[in-house]
T-cell receptor, first 114, second 117 residues
Framework: DTEVTQTPKHLVMGMTNKKSLKCEQH?????MYWYKQKAKKPPELMFV???????INESVPSRFSPECPNSSLLNLHLHALQPEDSALYLC?????????????FGNGTRLTVT | KQEVTQIPAALSVPEGENLVLNCSFT??????LQWFRQDPGKGLTSLLL?????REQTSGRLNASLDKSSGRSTLYIAASQPGDSATYLC????????????????FGQGTILTVHP
């Protein structure tokens, strides 16, 4: 069982909808990540939060808006998405952004944009 | 720019075989290397993390080696089982004295492993 919990597991949304993905961990990790994964491809980094501060934005379109309300929670707000944004969205965390701790992933949210 | 390559792209073996998955990277200035497995439609499960100063790590039937100077790592799976069927990904984290990469990983494309009974 993963210690990084993502909800919902599946999400279908129209291009005019607004929805949010949620990620939660209670391992005391202070670095949290959003990745996007298309079928048969490796994960691609979107955002990194370190100590609740946005530290890396990999030139992600503004229709994706991350939020880290506290050290255990990470949200990804979605608005006006395109069908090509359909993918598996993975949240991950590690103890800190530095150091040798491994990265832990959640099971992802399967997003379909219609 | 770091590039990570995994060979083979797919592998099918009978149950019980020992097997080796390969991972190579172009920039040897790495901080660590991590092996993951991913089951269809699921997230990634961390298998082993090797620090740049280490040569190998072992967990159960899994053994990962690292040759930093030649830019290679292997994942050895002993006595394979059908439950080992998954996609295996390696990922490297570059050296980052300033801490500005925040643990960003570069992934390989993965090896799809099928172990048939």
């Amino acid at each position: 069982d993963t210690e990084v919990t993502q909800t919902p597991k599946h999400l279908v949304m129209g291009m005019t909808n607004k929805k949010s993905l949620k990620c939660e961990q209670h391992m005391g990790h202070r670095a949290m990540y959003w990745y996007k994964q298309k079928a048969k491809k490796p994960p691609e980094l979107m955002f990194v939060y370190s100590y609740e501060k946005l530290s890396i934005n990999e030139s992600v379109p503004s229709r994706f808006s991350p939020e880290c309300p506290n050290s255990s929670l990470l949200n990804l707000h979605l608005h006006a998405l395109q069908p090509e944004d359909s993918a598996l969205y993975l949240c991950a965390s590690r103890l800190t952004g530095t150091g040798n701790s491994p990265l832990h992933f959640g099971n992802g949210t399967r997003l379909t944009v219609t | 720019k770091q590039e990570v390559t995994q060979i083979p792209a797919a592998l099918s073996v009978p149950e019980g075989e020992n097997l080796v998955l390969n991972c190579s990277f172009t920039d040897s200035a790495i901080y660590n290397l991590q092996w993951f497995r991913q089951d269809p439609g699921k997230g990634l499960t961390s298998l082993l993390l090797i620090q740049s100063s280490q040569r190998e790590q072992t967990s159960g039937r899994l053994n990962a080696s690292l040759d930093k100077s030649s830019g290679r790592s292997t994942l050895y799976i002993a006595a394979s089982q059908p439950g080992d069927s998954a996609t295996y990904l390696c990922a490297v984290r570059r050296e980052d004295a300033g801490g500005t990469s925040y643990g960003k990983l570069t992934f390989g494309q993965g090896t799809i492993l099928t172990v048939h009974p």
